[in-house]
């Protein structure tokens, strides 16, 4: 979820009722990059100099911007009319409200409690337990696979169970269908649909989500969600809350949230009251009586019991989307992909779910336990794109995930580049064009000579071989390469100023499509065929 781009689409009164509220804040807070954020908290402590702000963003090529400063530093913020400039713009400092708000976020150890609706450290009894970071991992991963099980069955009819789609709420069912990502009889995925499948998770559920917000008919059932939305995510995983802290309408949206993962809803209920049962057996624990704690989807009824945020509510607000707490990832290949420059594929998963999103692209010929082979061939990349599946869509899901080797090779450049990035700038401050010279001939480490060999031989686009993300492309623009029309073609011309006439004729009326003065033939649009007849009838009478 883009917190800043949603939050500035909405009306200025709803923005500004959001903002007032300290963990709406803090999510815009986290929704910025780290830079930003040590820049934003600077600002928190008083107005600062323009150029102190560039030094800490590194925006020393923005400063030839006509832009007001704070629009070249703080976009996102400036956006959200947050950060302002004075004193003839050569200071910025942040709005006074929005400053005691995240302070006040800030501050606190739980950010979220300090929403005035409600209790949310009510005491929690000792027979409740607290499910851990990777029983939230699976059963969110759980609520994942059931929410794409409705449109894969539609992509390959027969594949899966149609009746996990009982694991989602209704509510969330016909968001699903009205989203778009289905025709109207439901008969074939869209490519809005293929786009969704193949997008990273937590931007699958903000879409669904997004959707559900939008279709609310009242403004004020709008700011509420959105606020309820944000306090989920400010909220530590794991963290148990009671439901009588929120308000029937929250409870109404628990219930339908519930089910897309992002949050979890226990209590001590009968197996004959349960609606919904999408529990992973790795997931369940003992109360102190020993009886079964049942773990489920919420239901109208719930009035008692309580609920604990996911990982997952934390990424859809977070700037950081890469892993999950306890370095597990939700909806990942367990290891990640591994793609050679043949166009081979080495899927790490036993998941069904992540081999049918592999199907969409590729052509897999060997399943193996913990592990599945494929191939991306003309046909399957074809075959992708005909779905509507895009080049750019396959090549960042590939990216998205990269085995875990060729990550931790992205981050130790990255980090790497940030270093010589920030030499770089205190050369230029300090007016010593040492560094430039030594990085022009490559004698610095890291900019040129062994280690820039190593990485052109390497000859990786974030984890991809650049040959693979290449031949991709190519497969795609074949598709545009030759265009067809219907029309037709004159050749029998009595002499070639009669030809010349006709060709000149076409060309003037923007029909033709193509002619060839040797053999005298000119291919006309059909819609001109009537105007051509005449003009040619006309032309022979004259003659």
């Given at each position: 979820?883009?917190?800043?781009?949603?939050?500035?689409?909405?009306?200025?009164?709803?923005?500004?009722?959001?903002?007032?509220?300290?963990?709406?804040?803090?999510?815009?807070?986290?929704?910025?990059?780290?830079?930003?954020?040590?820049?934003?908290?600077?600002?928190?402590?008083?107005?600062?100099?323009?150029?102190?702000?560039?030094?800490?963003?590194?925006?020393?090529?923005?400063?030839?911007?006509?832009?007001?400063?704070?629009?070249?530093?703080?976009?996102?913020?400036a956006?959200?009319?947050?950060?302002?400039?004075?004193?003839?713009?050569?200071?910025?400092?942040?709005?006074?409200?929005?400053?005691?708000?995240?302070?006040?976020?800030?501050?606190?150890?739980?950010?979220?409690?300090?929403?005035?609706?409600?209790?949310?450290?009510?005491?929690?009894?000792?027979?409740?337990?607290?499910?851990?970071?990777?029983?939230?991992?699976?059963?969110?991963?759980?609520?994942?696979?059931?929410?794409?099980v409705?449109?894969?069955?539609?992509?390959?009819?027969?594949?899966?169970?149609?009746?996990?789609?009982?694991?989602?709420?209704?509510?969330?069912?016909?968001?699903?269908?009205?989203?778009?990502?289905?025709?109207?009889?439901?008969?074939?995925?869209?490519?809005?649909?293929?786009?969704?499948?193949?997008?990273?998770?937590?931007?699958?559920?903000?879409?669904l989500?997004?959707?559900?917000?939008?279709?609310?008919?009242?403004?004020?059932?709008k700011?509420?969600?959105?606020?309820?939305?944000?306090?989920?995510?400010?909220?530590?995983?794991?963290?148990?809350?009671?439901?009588?802290?929120?308000?029937?309408?929250?409870?109404?949206?628990?219930?339908?949230?519930?089910?897309l993962?992002?949050?979890?809803?226990?209590?001590?209920?009968?197996?004959?009251?349960?609606?919904?049962?999408?529990?992973?057996?790795?997931?369940?624990?003992?109360?102190?009586?020993?009886?079964?704690?049942?773990?489920?989807?919420?239901?109208?009824?719930?009035?008692?019991?309580?609920?604990?945020?996911?990982?997952l509510?934390?990424?859809?607000v977070?700037?950081?989307?890469?892993?999950?707490?306890?370095?597990?990832?939700?909806?990942?290949?367990?290891?990640?992909?591994?793609?050679?420059?043949?166009?081979?594929?080495?899927?790490?998963?036993?998941?069904?779910?992540?081999?049918?999103?592999?199907?969409?692209?590729?052509?897999?010929?060997?399943?193996?336990?913990?592990?599945?082979?494929a191939?991306?061939t003309?046909?399957?990349?074809?075959e992708?794109?005909?779905?509507?599946?895009?080049?750019?869509?396959?090549?960042?899901?590939?990216?998205?995930?990269?085995?875990?080797?060729?990550?931790?090779?992205?981050?130790?450049?990255?980090?790497?580049?940030?270093?010589?990035?920030?030499?770089?700038?205190?050369?230029?401050?300090?007016?010593?064009?040492?560094?430039?010279?030594?990085?022009?001939?490559?004698?610095?480490?890291?900019?040129g000579?062994?280690?820039?060999?190593?990485?052109?031989?390497?000859?990786?686009?974030?984890?991809?071989?650049?040959?693979?993300?290449?031949?991709?492309?190519?497969?795609?623009?074949?598709?545009?390469?030759?265009?067809?029309?219907?029309g037709?073609?004159?050749?029998?011309?009595?002499?070639?100023?009669?030809?010349?006439?006709?060709?000149?004729?076409?060309?003037?009326?923007?029909?033709?499509?193509?002619?060839?003065?040797?053999?005298?033939?000119?291919?006309?649009?059909?819609?001109?065929?009537?105007?051509?007849?005449?003009?040619?009838?006309?032309?022979?009478?004259?003659?």
């Open positions: 979820m883009e917190v800043n781009e949603y939050l500035t689409r909405l009306p200025a009164p709803t923005r500004a009722k959001l903002l007032a509220l300290p963990h709406c804040c803090l999510a815009v807070f986290r929704s910025l990059g780290d830079s930003e954020r040590y820049a934003l908290l600077r600002l928190v402590s008083g107005p600062q100099h323009v150029n102190t702000l560039t030094t800490l963003l590194q925006q020393n090529a923005l400063l030839r911007s006509n832009e007001p400063p704070e629009r070249r530093l703080f976009p996102a913020l956006a959200l009319d947050v950060v302002v400039s004075e004193a003839n713009g050569t200071m910025i400092r942040v709005d006074e409200a929005f400053s005691k708000n995240l302070k006040t976020a800030l501050a606190s150890l739980e950010p979220a409690g300090t929403r005035q609706n409600g209790d949310v450290d009510a005491a929690i009894p000792a027979s409740v337990t607290a499910p851990s970071q990777a029983d939230l991992i699976e059963y969110t991963k759980t609520c994942w696979e059931n929410m794409l409705p449109l894969l069955n539609t992509a390959f009819p027969g594949r899966f169970d149609r009746r996990q789609k009982s694991s989602i709420s209704r509510k969330m069912l016909e968001v699903l269908s009205s989203s778009g990502l289905v025709n109207e009889n439901e008969t074939e995925v869209t490519n809005q649909g293929y786009h969704f499948l193949l997008s990273d998770i937590p931007g699958q559920v903000w879409s989500i997004q959707n559900y917000i939008d279709n609310m008919s009242s403004g004020s059932d700011t509420e969600a959105v606020s309820f939305l944000i306090f989920l995510a400010t909220l530590p995983s794991g963290k148990l809350v009671s439901l009588s802290s929120l308000s029937e309408k929250e409870k109404a949206l628990l219930i339908d949230w519930a089910s993962g992002i949050a979890m809803v226990l209590d001590s209920v009968s197996e004959d009251e349960m609606d919904v049962d999408t529990t992973p057996t790795t997931s369940r624990r003992r109360s102190s009586s020993g009886a079964s704690q049942k773990k489920k989807a919420a239901t109208q009824s719930a009035t008692s019991g309580f609920f604990c945020p996911t990982p509510a934390w990424q859809i977070s700037s950081q989307r890469e892993g999950l707490a306890g370095g597990t990832e939700i909806g990942k290949w367990k290891r990640g992909i591994i793609v050679e420059s043949n166009f081979m594929l080495y899927a790490y998963t036993d998941s069904e779910i992540l081999i049918a999103l592999l199907d969409l692209f590729a052509e897999v010929s060997t399943r193996l336990p913990n592990l599945c082979i191939q991306i003309r046909r399957s990349a074809r992708a794109f005909r779905r509507g599946i895009s080049a750019t869509r396959i090549i960042k899901y590939l990216q998205q995930n990269r085995h875990s080797v060729h990550l931790e090779k992205q981050r130790t450049a990255a980090a790497a580049a940030a270093a010589r990035m920030l030499d770089r700038d205190a050369a230029i401050l300090m007016g010593d064009d040492t560094l430039l010279r030594l990085e022009a001939t490559g004698s610095i480490v890291g900019t000579g062994d280690d820039a060999a190593e990485d052109d031989e390497d000859n990786r686009v974030h984890g991809l071989p650049e040959q693979v993300a290449e031949q991709i492309q190519l497969w795609e623009e074949e598709r545009s390469r030759f265009q067809s029309c219907e037709y073609m004159y050749d029998d011309f009595d002499n070639r100023a009669q030809y010349a006439a006709v060709e000149k004729y076409a060309r003037d009326l923007g029909v033709l499509v193509w002619a060839n003065n040797e053999k005298m033939a000119v291919f006309v649009l059909e819609s001109a065929h009537e105007a051509m007849k005449a003009f040619i009838r006309k032309q022979a009478s004259n003659s």
